[in-house]
Nanobody, 120 residues
Framework: VQLQAYGGGLVQAGGSLRLSCAAS????????MGWYRQVPGKERELVAS???????HYADSVKGRFTISRDNAKNTVHLQMNSLKPEDTAVYYC???????????????WGQGTQVTVSS
């Protein structure tokens, strides 16, 4: 299973960015999809997640500003980030919980990370 993330970049505070992540390979089923972020010296933290039925969860710090969505037909997950703040600066990683075949356990798969930098 491979995850390809794209859409990061440099933006001024108050601006917007849209991250996307596409999963490919031998995938039997994808359950939760999500975005995490990490800054140097800190643990990776969950930003937002979405279940296969569309239920969403957001970190308190991004509620009302970020929106997660997914396209099950294309095995993709998106993160629309609005009203960006300098403290949103981090490397963002997409994550899926998936099975490659029915009899194997659900596993975590990670994208390569994409840098988001918000200037003040």
């Amino acid at each position: 299973v491979q995850l390809q993330a794209y859409g990061g970049g440099l933006v001024q505070a108050g601006g917007s960015l849209r991250l996307s992540c596409a999963a490919s390979g031998d995938i039997f089923s994808i359950y939760d999809m999500g975005w995490y972020r990490q800054v140097p010296g800190k643990e990776r933290e969950l930003v937002a997640s979405i279940t296969s039925s569309g239920s969403t969860h957001y970190a308190d710090s991004v509620k009302g500003r970020f929106t997660i969505s997914r396209d099950n037909a294309k095995n993709t997950v998106h993160l629309q980030m609005n009203s960006l703040k300098p403290e949103d600066t981090a490397v963002y990683y997409c994550n899926i919980k998936a099975r490659t075949v029915a009899w194997r356990p659900t596993m975590d798969y990670w994208g390569q990370g994409t840098q988001v930098t918000v200037s003040s």
